[in-house]
């Protein structure tokens, strides 16, 4: 695989944006950096990255290493909230850098929330210290590395197994320098984490690590890198201190004490798929649903069976269709939300689906409190935390009512007696689609 390397300390190459429109397009990111003049000797060298990349997209057989956001010349981070070490395809940087709002800070939870505890058997895990409510914040961290994880070798081998050693062998020497541009204290949090592959003779180490603790990223990055291929190659892990030990965000209410977990795959798949797919990690799950198989597969087969269904379908036919009782889609939609929450599945999509056509369903035959209920329930588990936008918890909670209410309004008593015509076309009105 060819490489590129971004240039170190010792390649004090000054940039200067001394061009007004040089200076709008990449300010966000180099407002501490640069230099109206470039005969100023105060101008300042860019330790990484090396310069705008003028790639219009993804070459996957040059790999660069790089930190998002960008240091400062005299190497310390630009951002408090520290700094990843990325290692990346070239032209995905001017991509992520064009993003806006770029570098964003770190959201913090209102107050702590969680504490890690090293758990017999198991290794360590992360416990709540109060009650969460479901949508809240539990931690966010700057991930220590962003990697992708499909490497080749460069040299040619005809053997399968002498080219995955070769491969594994090159992804840990680029692992290893990629560690030595962090600081010492987050080397030390990246070497201490478990690594379930140490027996495998041709896994090292720091590959170990990576495949024990990333936590895939490359749909977040397609976000902003169209041209980022959708197979293998494409694919990219990031790997936290902290939040390797779970999930960042509740899926439902946990109360003080628990433990907070993170599904490793599909939760609606049958248990002996799910733990097909958990022997990758040398584990056997021994949660309830696991436990208890029969009963649970045989609630997630129901749950599967109205999975992909469109309410912006269902609904329109129900509200046309007279003959139909007014709790026929009510009476279905609470079954299935009975049978995720006994699931603990309220991470799901169906969860929010459920919570969508309820609150359309309570609209349409004029039951504002519930209609509101379930809408502002469904905004808050589509967008958990990540919609805030730097609002007060008040200022949050003022536009979650106010877009429930806007929602409410589309479907405002159509079921009712009083409303004459069909339903309207409503896709176009309604913002949320989910499958």
């Not at 570098?103 to 992360?126: C, D, Q, S, Y």
């Not at 436990?291 to 609904?315: F, G, K, N, W």
Request: a negative charge; proline letters at 7%.
């Amino acid at each position: 695989m060819i490489e590129e390397y971004v240039k170190g300390p010792e390649d004090p190459r000054p940039n200067n944006f001394s061009n007004r429109e040089c200076q709008k397009e990449h300010w966000f990111v180099h407002k501490q950096l640069c230099t109206a003049d470039p005969s100023d000797k105060k101008s300042t060298s860019i330790i990484d990255p090396d310069g705008p990349e003028n790639l219009d997209r993804v070459d996957i057989t040059c790999t660069k290493v790089m930190s998002i956001p960008p240091r400062r010349s005299d190497g310390s981070p630009m951002d408090s909230d520290g700094t990843t070490e990325c290692i990346i395809y070239a032209g995905m940087r001017d991509a992520i850098f064009r993003t806006p709002g770029f570098p964003a800070r770190v959201p913090w939870p209102r107050k702590p929330a969680h504490t890690l505890e090293n758990i017999a058997g198991v290794g360590w895990g992360m416990f709540a210290t109060r009650d969460i409510k479901m949508g809240e914040l539990i931690y966010a961290e700057r991930p220590l590395l962003l990697s992708k994880v499909s490497w080749t070798s460069s040299r040619g081998y005809d053997d399968i197994e002498q080219a995955t050693k070769g491969a594994f062998i090159e992804a840990e020497e680029k692992l290893e320098e990629t560690l030595q541009r962090m600081t010492p204290a987050r080397q030390e949090a990246f070497r201490n984490l478990y690594n379930c592959h140490s027996h495998e003779d041709i896994c090292p180490q720091l590959v170990g690590i990576l495949r024990t603790n990333g936590s895939p990223a490359q749909w977040e990055l397609q976000q902003c890198i169209s041209s980022l291929p959708d197979h293998p190659h494409g694919a990219f892990k990031a790997v936290g201190e902290i939040c390797s030990r779970v999930n960042h965000s509740a899926g439902r209410d946990i109360r003080a004490g628990e433990e907070i977990t993170v599904k490793y795959d599909d939760p609606l798949q049958p248990r002996a798929v799910r733990q097909a797919k958990l022997d990758a990690y040398y584990f056997v799950c021994s949660c309830l649903a696991c436990t208890d198989s029969v009963t649970s597969d045989y609630r997630r087969q129901q749950i599967v069976a109205v999975a992909d269904i469109d309410v912006l379908d269902v609904i329109p036919q129900w509200i046309n269709n007279r003959a139909l009782p007014d709790d026929y889609l009510e009476k279905k939609a609470l079954t299935i939300l009975g049978l995720l929450e006994e699931e603990g599945l309220e991470i799901s999509t169906t969860y929010v689906l459920c919570k969508q056509l309820l609150g359309m369903v309570y609209a349409a035959l004029g039951d504002q409190p519930r209609a509101m209920k379930y809408m502002k329930e469904m905004i808050l588990l589509r967008e958990r935390h990540e919609d805030c936008n730097g609002m007060s918890v008040k200022e949050h909670q003022r536009s979650v009512e106010n877009r429930a209410k806007d929602l409410v309004k589309c479907f405002w008593r159509l079921r009712c007696p009083n409303a004459f015509g069909p339903a309207p076309y409503v896709r176009g009105l309604y913002p949320f689609k989910l499958k």
